[in-house]
């Protein structure tokens, strides 16, 4: 398609934009534990299990400094609560991470924790599969259809952007 040669450098830059104004019009910030925070006696994968994870998401930990810590681990590390792979190493007691790749994230607590079930893993998602550049043709040409999976937002911003979009891919 002659659209697609088009769609490089800037252009790129652009459809990553308006994806990202699509999908992440707020992004979550997961807190570990909830009100519980990362503490023991607190069932982790009840917690993971009730959150959805998506690219560009946060998670935080909070907990008494002098008792836990967060290490970021590998699954070798997690299944066995070791740490000498550790990928990071955070002790602040209040840790905030930016979840900027879709894969499956490790971390444990390095002061003992992990063995009575202070240790997290979960996937993060890459953004629902619209096909955004579908999604921003028909808005275009049928001015605020929504089609299966359309994410759009009652949003002007949101509107723009797609038909910027829209304009760059098929414009030029
Ligand atoms: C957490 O709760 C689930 C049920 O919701 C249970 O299957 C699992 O064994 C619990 N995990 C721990 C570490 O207690
Ligand atoms: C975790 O890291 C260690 C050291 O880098 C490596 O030997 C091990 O194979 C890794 N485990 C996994 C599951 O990737
Ligand atoms: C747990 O550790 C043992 C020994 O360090 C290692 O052989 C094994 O591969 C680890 N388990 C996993 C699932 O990585
Ligand atoms: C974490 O950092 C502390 C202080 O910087 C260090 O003493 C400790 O060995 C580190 N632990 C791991 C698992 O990297
Ligand atoms: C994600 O963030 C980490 C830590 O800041 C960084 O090392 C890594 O390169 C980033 N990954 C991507 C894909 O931007
Ligand atoms: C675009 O519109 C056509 C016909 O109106 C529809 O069949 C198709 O599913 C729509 N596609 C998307 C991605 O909304």
Same mark, same amino acid.
């Not at 836990?68 to 000498?84: K, R």
């Given at each position: 398609m002659e659209g697609n040669k088009r769609l490089s450098g800037p252009w790129l830059l652009l459809a990553a934009l308006a994806m990202a104004m699509v999908h992440h019009v707020s992004a979550t910030d997961h807190i570990?534990?909830?009100?519980? *925070?990362?503490? +023991? *006696?607190?069932?982790?994968?009840?917690?993971?299990?009730?959150?959805?994870?998506?690219?560009?998401?946060w998670i935080s930990f909070r907990y008494q400094r &002098?008792?836990?810590?967060?290490?970021?681990? !590998?699954?070798?590390?997690? &299944?066995?609560?070791?740490? &000498?792979?550790?990928?990071?190493?955070?002790?602040? *007691? #209040?840790d905030f991470f930016f979840? !900027?790749?879709? #894969?499956?994230?490790?971390?444990?607590?390095?002061?003992?924790?992990?063995?009575?079930?202070? #240790?997290?893993?979960?996937?993060?998602?890459?953004?629902?599969?619209? +096909?955004?550049?579908?999604?921003?043709?028909?808005?275009t040409a049928k001015s605020g259809g929504s089609g299966p999976g359309c994410e759009l937002r009652p949003v002007g911003f949101t509107v723009s952007a797609l038909l910027m979009l829209a304009g760059a891919l098929f414009s030029f």
């Open positions: 570990v534990g909830a009100n519980r *925070g990362w503490n +023991p *006696g607190v069932n982790y994968t009840d917690w993971v299990n009730s959150q959805t994870f998506v690219l560009l998401d &002098d008792q836990h810590n967060v290490i970021q681990v !590998n699954q070798s590390g997690y &299944d066995n609560c070791t740490m &000498d792979n550790a990928i990071g190493n955070w002790s602040s *007691g #209040k979840l !900027n790749e879709s #894969k499956r994230y490790y971390y444990i607590d390095g002061k003992g924790g992990c063995y009575g079930g202070m #240790k997290i893993t979960f996937f993060v998602n890459k953004p629902a599969p619209a +096909p955004d550049h579908l999604v921003a043709v028909n808005a």
